[in-house]
């Protein structure tokens, strides 16, 4: 669709950009209507253990790499790391 819309010129090819993204974004919009319900669907408990995890594995990947700290923002704690 998108392919399409960028061969074309002028006119016809604002219109069909004008087409696609209302049909991209119809079509994200339907997704993250069904990522919410799945999200919803989930037990309190799990959904929190599950956030919860992703906290501790990026935390431990992190830490991989504090030896290589090249510079540190102290305005949000944000640290770059070189990889």
């Known amino acids: 669709m998108l392919a399409q819309a960028l061969a ?3 006119a016809e090819r ?3 950009l004008a ?3 209302e049909a991209l974004r119809l079509r994200m919009e339907a997704d993250a ?3 919410k319900d799945l999200v919803l669907a989930q037990p309190p408990h799990d959904l929190l253990g599950y956030f ?3 906290l501790h594995m990026n935390a431990m990947q992190d830490s991989e790499g504090v030896g290589r700290a090249i510079r540190t923002k102290r305005l949000t704690g944000t640290v ?3 990889r």
């Open 8 to 10: 074309l010129a002028g």
């Open 14 to 16: 604002d219109e069909k």
């Open 19 to 21: 087409e696609v993204s």
């Open 33 to 35: 209507f069904s990522l």
């Open 52 to 54: 919860w995890s992703l």
């Open 80 to 82: 770059f790391l070189r």
